[in-house]
C-alpha cells in the first residue's frame, strides 16, 4: 500500500512539472503573440487591430462614442474594457488613424483622457485609405467563433514606425520609437528609387534630439532627448517643451528633487502650460543661467536618454530588426498590396467589359429574341442563346458561360434603341481604358508605387512636419555644472578633512560631486572624493577642489630630502590622477619636509626669501630664490636644487607674473562652447583678463568672460572674438519699416558683462545682414538675379563716420530680397574712394 502511495505521488509531481512547463511556455507565446508585441505586416498589436476593425464596422462618417466602441471591440478582443480603452485613447493621442472629439488628455501634461461616455472618435480619412480593404485582407475566425476578424490589416504605409510600439511581454520588450510621416513617405519614394535613406525619430512633444548613437533603432542604440530652456532674462528661464515621454508634472518634480539636494538653486518653479508647454524657473539670485541650463540637464528630466530595441513579429516568431529594415519591408509589403489591389480591380474589369460586350451583341444582333421564339422548354431557350453567340466568341476575351446567359435573359427586354448601343459601345471604351491603364500600372509596379506614396504626401503631409529638432550635444560633466551645496572643513593638523568636522577650520564651499586634493607637510599629495570625514595625513598644507585638466594651476614647492638634507625647487602642474592613491612628491625618503608651497591658478611665479638655520656652515644666512627661473615639469620630477644647508624658514619676498602663454580659445559653432581642445573656430591666445564680444543677428551684442560654462546661440551669432574696446565695428542692419539697409560705425561704450545691447533700430522684423571689425572693411554688395545681377562694393570707413552706439546710421541701400552682402576684408588698392561698381 504504501509503495502504491509512492509511485502515486511521483506519478502526480512529474505531471504537475511537466504541465508547469507547458503552461508557462504557451503563456509566454501568448503574451508575446497576442499582447505586448506588434507584427511586422501592418503594425499593430492585436487590440489596435480589433479597434480599428470594430470602428470600420461601425463606420457611416459620424462620430461614435468611445463606449459603444469598446463595446463592439469586445466582440473580438476577449479582454475588459480597461485594456481596450487604453489602448484606444493611446491610439487618438498619436493623431494618425483617429479623429477625436471632447478631452482626450494630453501626453506632454499626463492628464488623463475623459471617461469614455464623454469622449467620441471616427477612423480618419488617411486610416480609410490605406489601411482597409476587405478584398485583400485574410480573416479568421474571432475568439468565439461568432464572427470575422482580419489576421492582419491591408497597411499600405509604414505604420509601426509612424506610431511606434512599447510592449513587455515574458522575457522580450519592444520600443521602436516613432518617425515623422513625410519622411517616412520620402524615405519609401527613396528606396523604391534605388537610392539611399536614413529615417531619425521625432515626437509629438518636439524637443531636440542627438541622435548620433541611435544605429538605425537597433538594440544596443541609444538617443538624448532634451526640452528646449530658454533664457528670458538673467533671473528666469522658461521651458517650452518635455522630452519624448515625460510629462510636465514628472519634470517640474524631477526640478524640485534637484533643487532639494542642493545640484541647482532655484527660487520656484511654475508651470503655465495651456496650448503650449511654458514651465517658468525663478533662479536663486547670483546663480548663472548657462550653468543652470547644463544642470537642468545634467540632474532633472530635461534630458533623457531611450534606448530603441525594435522587436515585431514575423512569420508567429519576435525578430530584431532595424528601423531600416522595417521600412524596407513595409514598403515591399505596401508594393505588394497595390499589386493585388490592381490584379483584383483587372479581374473586376475584365468581368464587366465581358458582360458590357456580352450585352451589346445580345441586343445589337438581336440575340434577345430567341427569348420571344416558341422553344420546347427553358433549356432548349438558353441552348439556343448560346449558340446563337458562337459566331461572335472571337469579339470575347473568354468563353461564354451558363451564368453569363443567364445573367442576360434577367435582363428586361424592352424596346431597344440605337442609344443605347451606342451607349454600351461607350461604356466598352472607357473599360478598355480603364484596363489598359491597370495593366500599365502592373508592368511599372515601381512607379505606381512611387506615385501612390506622392499622393499620401500631397493629400496628409500638410501639418505633418518634423517637430523634434535634430542636433549634436555638447557632453556636460556634472562636476562642472553642479552648484555648491556643502561645506568643506579641516583639521589640519591631525589630518582629516569632510563635511562634518564643523567644530574645524572652514576650507570652501562645494559640491557632493567634487574631488579635493591636498597636500601634506611630508610630501604627500592625494585626491579624494568629498566626504563626511577622511583621513589625509597629520600636517595639512593645502586643501582645495580638484579641476581635473587643469593644465594652468601650477604648484610652486621647495622641499628637503629627508635622507640627504639637501632642498630642491620645483615648479609642476596636476593634471590626471588615481582617486585615493598617495603621490609622494618628494625623493621618498623618510622625513622629507616640504617648507613652502604655493598654488598660482596662471602659472605666476613669486619671489620668495629662503632663511638658512643660524648654526649651519653657509655664509649667507639668507638668499633670494625667483621661481620664474624654474621650468615647470612633471610632479614626480625632482627638481633644482637650491641649497645643501637646513632651512629654517622660507617668507614670500614678491609676486611675479605668469610664465604661461596665453591660453588658445575656439568657438564651437555646433554647441555654441567656448573650448580650449581645438574644436571649431579659432578665438586666440587670451590673457586672464581678456573679454570676448559676440554679435547677434537680431542686433544685440554681449561681452563675456572666458567661462567655458557658459553658452552662446550658435545659430544667431555673427562674429565672436576677443574683446578689443578700441576696435569700431562697422554694422549694417535691415530696417523693415522703411524698407531700407543702414550701415552705421561706432566703438563699444558699455561695461556691463553678460547683458546683451540692442545696437541697430528697434523694430519689427528688423536684423543685423553683416558686422565686422576690421579697421577698413570693404562690402560688397549684390543684387539681381541672371542677367541682372549688380553689384558695388563700399570702402565703409571713407563712408561713414564714427557715431554712437545708439545711433540709427545712414542709409546704405532699398531693401530687396536679392540682396547679398560680404566683407571683403583687405581693402584693394584701386579702390578709390567710398564706392565703385564693378
Given at each position: ?302 534630458e533623457i536618454s531611450i534606448s530603441p530595441n525594435a522587436c515585431v513579429i514575423v512569420e508567429n516568431k519576435p525578430q530584431f530588426l532595424g528601423v531600416s529594415e522595417l521600412l524596407r519591408i513595409a514598403t515591399d509589403n505596401s508594393k505588394e498590396l497595390l499589386r493585388r489591389e490592381l490584379e483584383i480591380n483587372l479581374a473586376e474589369l475584365l468581368d464587366k467589359w465581358h458582360y458590357t460586350s456580352l450585352e451589346k451583341i445580345f441586343f445589337e444582333e438581336k440575340i434577345y429574341k430567341e427569348l420571344e421564339k416558341k422553344h420546347e422548354t427553358w433549356e432548349k431557350v438558353l441552348q439556343a442563346i448560346e449558340k446563337a453567340f458562337v459566331p461572335f466568341v472571337k469579339q470575347l476575351k473568354r468563353d461564354v458561360t451558363r451564368e453569363d446567359v443567364l445573367k442576360l435573359t434577367e435582363k428586361p427586354v424592352r424596346r431597344i434603341y440605337k442609344l ?419
Amino acid at each position: 500500500m504504501a509503495k502504491k502511495t509512492k509511485e502515486t505521488y511521483t506519478h502526480s509531481n512529474s505531471g504537475v512539472s511537466g504541465q508547469y512547463k507547458s503552461w508557462f511556455l504557451d503563456y509566454a507565446s501568448y503574451v508575446i503573440l497576442e499582447r505586448a508585441v506588434p507584427a511586422l505586416e501592418d503594425g499593430l498589436k492585436p487590440v489596435q487591430r480589433r479597434i480599428l476593425h470594430a470602428m470600420k464596422e461601425m463606420d457611416d462618417g459620424r462620430f461614435n462614442k468611445v463606449a459603444n466602441i469598446i463595446g463592439q471591440s469586445m466582440q473580438y478582443h476577449p479582454h475588459g474594457d480597461a485594456s481596450i480603452g487604453d489602448a484606444l485613447v493611446n491610439l487618438g493621442q498619436k493623431d494618425l488613424l483617429i479623429e477625436t472629439q471632447g478631452n482626450w488628455g494630453d501626453v506632454r501634461t499626463g492628464d488623463d483622457a475623459a471617461a469614455p461616455r464623454y469622449i467620441e472618435a471616427r477612423l480618419s480619412k488617411f486610416a480609410l485609405e490605406v489601411a482597409f480593404n476587405p478584398k485583400t485582407t485574410e480573416w479568421q475566425l474571432s475568439y468565439d467563433g461568432r464572427k470575422n476578424e482580419p489576421v492582419t490589416l491591408p497597411v499600405k504605409f509604414p505604420l509601426l514606425l509612424a506610431q511606434g510600439a512599447d510592449g513587455i511581454a515574458v522575457g522580450l520588450a519592444t520600443k521602436i520609437l516613432p518617425h515623422n510621416f513625410c519622411e517616412l513617405i520620402d524615405a519609401s519614394i527613396k528606396y523604391l528609387k534605388g537610392k539611399k535613406f536614413e529615417i531619425l525619430p521625432d515626437f509629438q512633444t518636439g524637443g531636440t534630439m542627438d541622435a548620433s548613437g541611435y544605429q538605425d533603432g537597433k538594440r544596443g542604440g541609444k538617443i538624448r532627448v532634451r526640452a528646449i530652456i530658454e533664457e528670458q532674462d538673467k533671473k528666469t528661464l522658461i521651458i517650452r517643451s518635455v522630452p519624448y515621454g515625460v510629462t510636465t508634472t514628472q519634470l517640474m518634480e524631477s526640478i524640485v528633487k534637484a533643487n532639494d539636494q542642493g545640484k541647482i538653486k532655484i527660487k520656484k518653479v511654475t508651470d503655465h502650460t495651456a496650448a503650449d508647454v511654458e514651465i517658468i524657473i525663478d533662479l536663486a539670485p547670483g546663480i548663472s543661467p548657462d550653468i543652470t541650463i547644463d544642470a537642468l540637464y545634467a540632474f532633472t528630466d530635461c534630458e533623457i536618454s531611450i534606448s530603441p530595441n525594435a522587436c515585431v513579429i514575423v512569420e508567429n516568431k519576435p525578430q530584431f530588426l532595424g528601423v531600416s529594415e522595417l521600412l524596407r519591408i513595409a514598403t515591399d509589403n505596401s508594393k505588394e498590396l497595390l499589386r493585388r489591389e490592381l490584379e483584383i480591380n483587372l479581374a473586376e474589369l475584365l468581368d464587366k467589359w465581358h458582360y458590357t460586350s456580352l450585352e451589346k451583341i445580345f441586343f445589337e444582333e438581336k440575340i434577345y429574341k430567341e427569348l420571344e421564339k416558341k422553344h420546347e422548354t427553358w433549356e432548349k431557350v438558353l441552348q439556343a442563346i448560346e449558340k446563337a453567340f458562337v459566331p461572335f466568341v472571337k469579339q470575347l476575351k473568354r468563353d461564354v458561360t451558363r451564368e453569363d446567359v443567364l445573367k442576360l435573359t434577367e435582363k428586361p427586354v424592352r424596346r431597344i434603341y440605337k442609344l443605347d448601343i451606342d451607349e454600351l459601345i461607350n461604356q466598352i471604351k472607357a473599360l478598355e481604358k480603364e484596363i489598359k491603364d491597370v495593366k500599365h500600372h502592373l508592368n511599372n509596379l515601381v512607379e505606381y508605387a512611387i506615385a501612390y506614396y506622392e499622393h499620401l504626401l500631397k493629400k496628409y503631409g500638410a501639418g505633418r512636419e518634423r517637430k523634434t529638432e535634430i542636433k549634436q550635444f555638447d557632453v556636460i560633466q556634472a562636476k562642472d555644472v553642479a552648484i555648491a551645496n556643502t561645506r568643506l572643513y579641516a583639521n589640519y593638523a591631525d589630518g582629516f578633512i569632510g563635511t562634518s568636522l564643523k567644530k574645524d577650520e572652514f576650507v570652501t564651499e562645494c559640491s557632493d560631486l567634487d574631488d579635493i586634493i591636498c597636500f601634506t607637510r611630508s610630501g604627500l599629495m592625494k585626491v579624494v572624493k568629498v566626504a563626511d570625514k577622511v583621513f589625509i595625513g597629520k600636517d595639512l598644507l593645502h586643501v582645495a577642489v580638484f579641476r581635473k585638466n587643469d593644465d594652468r594651476t601650477t604648484y610652486n614647492m621647495i622641499y628637503s630630502d629627508g635622507k640627504t638634507g639637501v632642498s630642491y625647487a620645483k615648479r609642476f602642474n596636476v593634471t590626471g590622477i588615481t582617486r585615493d592613491k598617495d603621490y609622494d612628491l618628494s625623493k621618498g625618503s623618510d622625513k622629507s619636509k616640504v617648507h613652502y608651497l604655493s598654488v598660482n591658478p596662471n602659472g605666476e611665479a613669486e619671489v620668495v626669501r629662503i632663511v638658512l638655520s643660524p648654526n649651519c656652515s653657509a655664509r649667507n644666512k639668507e638668499l633670494e630664490y625667483y621661481f620664474e627661473e624654474l621650468e615647470i615639469k612633471g610632479r614626480n620630477s625632482i627638481g633644482n636644487q637650491v641649497t645643501k644647508y637646513p632651512i629654517r624658514q622660507i617668507k614670500f619676498k614678491e609676486a611675479g607674473r605668469s610664465t604661461l602663454a596665453g591660453k588658445k580659445m575656439w568657438f564651437d559653432d555646433v554647441y555654441g562652447r567656448l573650448n580650449t581642445e581645438e574644436k571649431g573656430t579659432y578665438l586666440g591666445m587670451f590673457e586672464p583678463e581678456d573679454k570676448i564680444i559676440a554679435i547677434y543677428s537680431d542686433g544685440t551684442y554681449e561681452i563675456t568672460g572666458q567661462e567655458m560654462t557658459q553658452r552662446f546661440d550658435a545659430e544667431k551669432i555673427l562674429l565672436i572674438e576677443r574683446y578689443n574696446p578700441d576696435a569700431v565695428i562697422s554694422a549694417v542692419y535691415l530696417d523693415m519699416e522703411k524698407l531700407q539697409y543702414n550701415i552705421k560705425r561706432f566703438r563699444i561704450e558699455t561695461s556691463t558683462l553678460n547683458t546683451p545691447f540692442l545696437f541697430i533700430k528697434e523694430g519689427k522684423d528688423n536684423r543685423l545682414e553683416a558686422v565686422s571689425t576690421d579697421p577698413a572693411p570693404v562690402l560688397k554688395v549684390t543684387s539681381g538675379r541672371g542677367q541682372q545681377i549688380r553689384s558695388a562694393k563700399f570702402k565703409v570707413d571713407k563712408l561713414v563716420e564714427v557715431m554712437g552706439w545708439k545711433a540709427v546710421g545712414s542709409k546704405l541701400t532699398d531693401y530687396a530680397k536679392s540682396v547679398e552682402m560680404e566683407w571683403e576684408i583687405k581693402t584693394p588698392p584701386d579702390v578709390q574712394g567710398a564706392l565703385f561698381n564693378d
